[in-house]
T-cell receptor, first 111, second 118 residues
Framework: AQRVTQPEKLLSVFKGAPVELKCNYS??????LFWYVQYSRQRLQLLLR??SRESIKGFTADLNKGETSFHLKKPFAQEEDSAMYYC?????????????FGQGTILTVHP | GAVVSQHPSWVICKSGTSVKIECRSL??????MFWYRQFPKQSLMLMAT?????????EQGVEKDKFLINHASLTLSTLTVTSAHPEDSSFYIC??????????????FGPGTRLTVL
């Protein structure tokens, strides 16, 4: 079975500092990885996905199959980045289409 | 586009009663919808996959007789919590995938429904 681990429940940085939210996964096949973000009192929304390889709001994430990681990075954090971030995995086979979420990381960016 | 709504946004009920939660895709058709449960400051746990016109697929450990799912149209799925008890109190979130774009795998999430069972 697939599993997603976000080791940090809370992460605090100052504005302008680099930020990295860690995500590790376990899955025997080729996964599809996502980062979802949930701002205060808002719904969950897609931030980025590994297959698109694009940068959204300055965030990037690279899938490292050797380390089974999909860490989310931003070189200069902004206060508006404060939110809950979830890493999620879509497995194939009979689980196709289903998302397995990590525990989430609450990012706080201080002024 | 791709807006998903849930109704109600919050509900309080007495133990033993049943509660229905609606999930609607407002500007797209969704063959597949998903129901999640989220405990405070915890992750989303997938409860079931709702497929239009067929029976829902439940995850291991989720009682299908307790959590009834109906996906009668391409824009509406309902979750009914039957004979609710205090331990069913939680935040229930639905998501939908656009019909015809299943390979895309992107899910659009509703705002969630807070259920409190007294």
């Amino acid at each position: 079975a697939q599993r997603v681990t976000q080791p940090e429940k809370l992460l605090s940085v100052f504005k302008g500092a680099p930020v990295e939210l860690k995500c590790n996964y376990s899955y025997s096949g080729s996964p599809e990885l996502f980062w979802y973000v949930q701002y205060s009192r808002q719904r969950l929304q897609l931030l980025l996905r590994h297959i698109s390889r694009e940068s959204i709001k300055g965030f990037t994430a690279d899938l490292n199959k050797g380390e089974t990681s999909f860490h989310l990075k931003k070189p200069f954090a902004q206060e508006e980045d404060s939110a809950m971030y979830y890493c999620a995995l879509n497995a194939g086979g009979t689980s196709y289409g289903k998302l397995t979420f990590g525990q989430g990381t609450i990012l706080t960016v201080h002024p | 586009g791709a807006v998903v709504s849930q109704h109600p946004s919050w509900v309080i009920c007495k133990s033993g009663t049943s509660v229905k939660i609606e999930c609607r895709s407002l500007d797209f058709q969704a063959t597949t919808m998903f129901w999640y449960r989220q405990f405070p400051k915890q992750s989303l746990m997938l409860m079931a996959t709702s497929n239009e016109g067929s029976k829902a697929t439940y995850e291991q450990g989720v009682e299908k007789d307790k959590f009834l799912i109906n996906h009668a149209s391409l824009t509406l799925s309902t979750l009914t919590v039957t004979s609710a008890h205090p331990e069913d109190s939680s935040f229930y979130i639905c998501s939908a995938r656009k019909s015809g774009l299943e390979r895309d795998n992107e899910q659009f999430f509703g705002p969630g429904t807070r259920l409190t069972v007294l």
